[in-house]
């Protein structure tokens, strides 16, 4: 698929008048990372746009735990950064990279049953886990996945744009197939319980304060691993490829090089999500891993918006509210109904998702002097 | 004089507020949540599950220990991390008193881990019937009324046996439930003497069982077919269309009423299989019938329910009456942590409409199986007929407990 | 490839696989034959069912991921058209066109004012893919709805040599499938129609450019496609019943197809379905739990050798 369809597709309309008005002049080659250096510190690279909104933004997932409920600090606050760090590893490679992966669940399903699997869990009747201290089954899970996400890659890379989808769609519900017919190995349709988080430096890491802090570390470290990436010559690469992969050619990068690349780079944020998810649920099956979650992980990305990786975490914060309290306002069972129909919304009406919605509605309110 | 006024008057306020707090301590409603598959694979049996818990609240007028019954339901799609999910909002959030659910046997196990932490909320079971729910790490406060899989085919391995059945073929699902079936039946039908040459695991939701059905041996007298829902149905239609003419032996939820009930002419070849199960269409107890009645005057045939409830309204039944009847035992004094309430239940005999069920000390159900036979009635309707009923049945199937080994794809096994 | 890599290669597959088949021969005979005609008929359902699938996809570059849901819808309305007339031949001809209506709408009221956007249509069809298995869960409920085959068509074909037994329903798939891939072939190569669909597989712009009007043939294609999959879902209801979930699993089977056979044709199909139909059967019969592994070294097989499939051309 071509740069100039890829625009199109990702970008409404309103999105693209708002960027125009705004006078970004950040219509190169997409680099919608970057903003002019303007009010702010200039720590290099990252901090060099700090805005008020980012430091009050900071302060209330800081503080978070204090005011919220248990219930909704883990439940709510916990799984939606989990959910929302995989649903980070689709927008970089969708986003940025031009390549729609929807075997992202797939990688952290791999680093969740890779926990259970060397670590301690219980197959109750099945002898499968090996108990391995906590900190090697969780090195070796991240390992393994990161390795099958480069395999992933590897096999998608070489087909044209859309053959992507299908592939690592194949992919991830294959994995599915395997993990819920064999015994061995995977325990099945059983799964595996009692996959629990481990006690560190005498913190219960089960508990929702511990919890939630823990994945908010790794959250907001793949938020800036990505933000760094994009600015360094890798992201612009890379984003050159999604533009204009024969022109990148010819300029002398590996594409596939780079494509792959990629791949292993989402695959460790994956992975690391998929460790964080297997132990806020306490257990994992291959239900964790079929297609309803392949595709839930599409419709965060895009809810939120693939043209910046705050949108994967907004999207996830919308999706996680939706599937709790759906139910207290219409029939649980038709859940699946309402995000089918929020979904096919957004991709008609504002493709860009939640944030293009914004941006779309900001841009009718211009600030002051159009400049943002 | 007014300084005593007015100090007689906040104090008889606030001894007011206090009463005021402990009755409407007494006053204050009871929420229970209710959580079943309604979707996915299991939602016809989520369905009428719900349908027997609201039947059990429907008969006590929605009150129980004098305080009003409030119900919230949440539904999951058999998928443990779902049902966890439900369940801890139902908890957390909803704050409910005391939680009945979930329906299928891996949520049950998950769910027991859940109620680990939360020891002040009493849980009980809706239906889930895997042995290792109450038999593996159990939880304090995880109470299940119900009997499970394996409890559900003591003596039908006799049974089987009795009808001549020397060789069998046994046809699972691959996951917890049927593993207990298959040893509650196995335990006994080996035991006696049988055979089991051949045990094929499909997966669930499986739908194509042209290869299980390529293996079966010439010289097997007969099946035992440990299979639900949609699996059941197809097996039948991919068996008798292959040319198949073997005899079956059913498991409980083979011959459940939501598969005598398909629409499809297939259905005929079951007529004649004998199966465990803890309910039987046919069976005559006054209690019985009366539970029939209240069951098919709430939920007529047109508004969706089925001639006679299933396996799956009953046994939500009677978990759902467990509650209520423990409720009317403390007088709805929930306070304490709920203390008096679980121990109440411990102690408790629960009568029900297929017989007296009490708790073992893993707080897991001892009571009866039905062995049944299938039948057609004067309308063309199937339904189970009694041959014989088992009562007292505990978790260790009448073995010693040196001997029990719980069931799994490998155990037991008897060539 | 160089000849030597292709012998090391031919070698490498083709040994274990002769092996096999040798072993399976003297084992049990009858479990060998009875599996593979269990597998052909398989492959036959598939290959209906993703036919429909590769002909949109190679025409519109439109990865129609609602194609599952369309063989549920298919299936679900010949069943009830089944039940009401008795019938079967009017239920499969109710299951395509149900389904084919449904097609037909999506692509004039949605994807036609999409062109060129591959990845939005894509995402439409999920999400339409999520809403169609809904509502059909919501109307129909989640009680198994089995058809019944036609009675000349029911019921075991007894006394074949080796075999014994076979279901005739089941042996009646072959026929079926291969049928309905000789109308297609022909309906692609030797009408109109056909040949503007094999063109604008080739070349989009230039069909276009040569005056044919697109969107109209854009809607036929999807019409079929979808209708295909609607009679592989009447067919299938049948042999495996009608039940949420069934769409899945189709889903994945005629994007392995594709896969492996190559985008937008047809023979392709035809060759992708017989190995994933063949394969599968084989890995359930004589090795249950790792049966999906198979299927999956054959995908990546093929996606490391041919990336676009045995038949497939370049985008």
Redesign the interface.
């Known amino acids: 698929?071509s740069a100039a369809?890829?625009r199109?597709?990702?970008n409404s309309g309103a999105g693209r008048a708002a960027m125009r008005s705004a006078g970004g002049g950040t219509l190169v080659a997409g680099n919608r990372g970057l903003t002019p250096i303007s009010a702010g510190w200039n720590f290099g690279g990252i901090f060099a746009s700090v805005r008020p909104r980012h430091i009050v933004v900071l302060a209330f997932l800081l503080a978070y735990p204090w005011f919220a409920?248990?219930?909704?600090t883990?439940?709510i606050g916990a799984q939606s950064l989990a959910l929302g760090l995989i649903a980070l590893s689709l927008t970089f490679l969708g986003g940025y990279g031009g390549m729609?992966s929807l075997a992202q669940m797939t990688v952290a399903g791999i680093a969740g049953y890779g926990v259970a699997i060397f670590g301690a869990a219980?197959a109750?009747?099945?002898a499968i886990s090996l108990g391995w201290p906590w900190w090697v089954a969780v090195l070796i899970s991240i390992a393994i996945a990161t390795l099958c996400a480069t395999f992933i890659g590897w096999?998608?890379v070489?087909?044209?744009?859309?053959?992507t989808?299908?592939?690592t769609?194949?992919?991830g519900?294959?994995f599915y197939?395997?993990c819920?017919?064999?015994?061995?190995v995977f325990n099945?349709?059983?799964?595996f319980?009692?996959v629990q988080a481990p006690t560190v430096l005498g913190v219960n890491l089960r508990d929702p304060l511990p919890f939630y802090y823990l994945v908010l570390f790794w959250s907001l470290a793949g938020y800036f691993l990505v933000k760094y990436l994009l600015r360094a010559p890798f992201g612009i690469a890379l984003q050159g490829i999604r533009d204009n992969p024969r022109r990148m050619n010819a300029l002398g990068f590996n594409v596939t090089a780079h494509r792959v690349a990629a791949y292993a780079v989402a695959g460790v944020m994956a992975a690391v999500a998929g460790v964080l998810l297997v132990w806020y649920?306490?257990?994992?099956?291959p239900?964790?891993v079929g297609?309803s979650w392949i595709?839930n992980i599409?419709?965060i990305a895009?809810l939120g918006g693939m043209r910046h990786p705050i949108g994967a975490f907004i999207g996830a914060i919308v999706f996680v509210l939706l599937?709790?309290f759906a139910?207290d306002v219409f029939d649980?069972?038709?859940f699946?109904?309402v995000?089918?129909?929020v979904?096919?919304v957004i991709?008609?009406f504002s493709?860009d998702g939640l944030l293009g919605w914004w941006s779309g509605i900001k841009s009718k309110f211009p600030t002051r002097g159009g400049v943002r | 004089m007014r300084r005593t006024f007015v100090k007689t008057l906040v104090a008889t306020a606030v001894v007011a507020a206090f009463a005021g707090v402990a009755y409407a301590q007494q006053g204050q409603p009871v929420k229970i949540g209710l959580l079943a598959t309604l979707e996915g694979p299991f939602a016809a049996g989520g369905a009428d599950g719900m349908r027997g818990a609201e039947l059990a609240i429907k008969q006590k007028n929605g009150m129980a220990g004098g305080r009003k019954i409030v119900l919230i339901k949440a539904s999951s799609d058999a998928k443990p991390d779902v049902a966890v999910n439900a369940t801890r909002k139902l908890v957390e959030q909803d704050k409910v008193d005391i939680m009945v659910g979930p329906l299928s046997g891996g949520e049950g196990i998950a769910v027991k881990e859940y109620s680990k932490t939360q020891p002040n909320i009493t849980f009980i079971n809706g239906s889930s019937g895997a042995q290792a729910t109450t038999l593996v790490n159990p939880s304090q406060n995880f109470f299940r009324f119900n009997t499970e899989g394996a409890q559900w085919m003591v003596g039908l391995g006799k049974a089987a046996l009795d009808r001549g059945y020397k060789r069998v073929m046994v046809i699972a699902e691959d996951y917890a439930f049927p593993y207990s079936q298959v040893q509650g039946f196995m335990s006994e039908y080996c035991r006696l003497g049988g055979k089991v040459p051949v045990k094929a695991w499909v997966p669930l939701g499986g739908k194509d069982y042209s290869s299980v059905i390529a293996r079966i041996p010439k010289d097997v007298d007969a099946l035992v077919v440990v299979l639900g829902g949609a699996d059941a149905v197809n097996f039948l239609n991919q068996y008798e269309a292959a040319g198949g003419d073997k005899p079956l032996v059913g498991g409980s939820i083979t011959v459940s009423q939501d598969i005598l009930n398909y629409k499809g002419k297939r259905r005929d070849s079951l007529v004649g299989t004998i199966a465990g199960a803890p309910i039987a269409d046919a069976y005559d107890a006054p209690e019985f019938k009366t539970f029939v009645a209240d069951y098919q005057k709430s939920y007529p045939v047109s508004a969706g329910g089925y001639p006679s409830p299933s396996l799956f309204a009953l046994v939500y039944y009677i978990n759902m009456k467990a509650a209520l009847d423990g409720l009317d035992l403390v007088k709805g004094d929930l306070s304490d942590g709920q203390k008096k309430y679980q121990a109440a239940l411990q102690r408790m005999t629960l009568k029900t409409p297929v017989g007296d069920v009490k708790l073992d000390a893993n707080r897991q159900a001892i009571g009866t199986t039905f062995i049944t036979e299938v039948v057609k009635d004067k309308q063309g309707n199937l339904f189970n007929k009694v041959l014989r009923k088992v009562d007292g049945i505990d978790q260790m199937l009448g073995q010693p407990k040196e001997q029990f080994k719980m069931g799994t794809r490998d155990e037991p096994s008897c060539p | 490839m160089r000849r030597s890599w292709k012998i090391f290669w031919t070698l490498v597959i083709g040994l274990p696989l002769a092996a096999f088949v040798v072993w399976g021969l003297w084992d049990n005979t009858r479990l060998f034959a009875v599996t593979l005609l269990n597998g052909l008929t398989l492959a036959s359902l598939y290959f209906i069912v993703a036919a429909g699938f590769t002909l949109v996809f190679g025409l519109m570059r439109n990865v129609n991921l609602a194609h599952g849901s369309l063989y549920l819808l298919g299936g679900y309305v010949g069943f009830l058209v089944a039940q009401h007339t008795g019938w079967f031949v009017l239920a499969l001809a109710a299951g395509f066109a149900g389904a084919a209506l449904v097609g037909l709408l999506m692509q004039v009221s949605v994807f036609r004012f999409m062109p060129g956007q591959d990845l939005r249509q894509t995402m439409v069809t999920i999400a339409l893919s999520i809403i169609i298995a809904d509502v059909l869960l919501w109307w129909l409920g989640a009680t198994v709805h089995q058809m019944d085959a036609p009675g000349w068509l029911s019921g075991p074909l007894r006394d074949i040599p080796l075999i014994k037994a076979y279901s005739k329903y089941r042996l009646m798939l072959l026929p079926i499938g291969i049928a309905i891939g000789v109308a297609l072939w022909l309906f692609l190569n030797r009408t109109r129609v056909g040949m503007m669909i094999r063109a604008g597989v080739d070349d989009r712009a230039m069909l276009s450019a040569a005056g044919v009007n697109v969107n109209v043939l854009f809607a036929v294609t999807f019409a079929i496609g979808a209708g295909l999959a609607g009679l592989g879902g009447v067919i299938g209801a049948v042999e495996l019943s009608m039940v949420p979930g069934e769409d899945v699993r189709l889903l994945l089977a005629s994007l392995i197809v594709v896969i492996i056979g190559g985008m937008g044709s047809v023979v392709g199909a035809a060759l992708g379905a017989t190995i994933l139909g063949v394969a599968e059967t084989y890995g359930l019969t004589y090795a249950p739990t790792y049966s999906v592994v198979f299927t999956f070294l054959i995908l990546v097989l093929v996606l490391a050798f041919r990336p676009r499939g045995f038949l497939g051309r370049p985008a």
């Open positions: 698929m369809n890829w199109n597709a990702m409920t248990p219930f909704f883990f439940q729609v219980s109750v009747d099945a096999l998608s070489r087909t044209e744009g859309i053959y989808i299908m592939i769609l194949a992919v519900v294959a197939y395997l819920l017919q064999n015994y061995s099945g349709f059983q799964g319980q009692r649920n306490g257990l994992i099956g239900g964790s297609t595709i599409l419709i895009v599937q709790t139910i649980r069972e038709r699946n109904l995000i089918g129909v979904f096919l991709v008609l493709p």
